[in-house]
């Protein structure tokens, strides 16, 4: 805790997101004479924004193993689960963009026109 100590926000209640009270109450819940059983939940209840870098670090590169052994990335996953259609993003040989579903149709990508711009006729 000295080394990474916990970052002090204190309103994660107010908001429902995890604040320096929660990591305490974590803590203290633990044994304090037994190791951390469970250190990849410990490092996830953990506030710190160091912290926070490498578990999203760590579950990119989880993703990407998993996407190199064949199988679908944790969001792809997750949407199938929650029945959400996910899409690729790809660039063929003229630098154009187009989307690519599970169902091998493709759809042009629409670039957004910046705000400053209108047509005019």
């Known amino acids: 805790m000295q080394l990474f100590p916990i970052k002090k926000d204190y309103d994660g209640e107010k908001y429902g997101l995890k604040d320096y ?5 974590y803590i203290n819940s633990l044994d304090q004479d037994e190791p951390i059983q469970d ?5 996830a209840e953990y506030h710190n924004d160091e912290i926070h870098r490498l578990n999203v670090n760590m579950m990119m590169n989880l ?8 199988k679908p990335s944790l969001a792809e996953e997750w949407a199938d689960m929650n029945g959400i259609e996910t899409v690729t993003k790809h660039t063929d040989h003229k630098g154009n963009e187009f989307i690519l579903d599970k169902q091998g149709r493709t759809q042009k990508v629409m670039k957004p026109r910046p ?3 209108r047509l005019v006729n």
């Open 21 to 25: 009270f929660y990591t305490i109450d």
């Open 39 to 43: 250190s990849l939940m410990f490092l």
């Open 63 to 70: 993703s990407h193993l998993r996407q190199m052994q064949g």
């Open 115 to 117: 705000k400053h711009l």
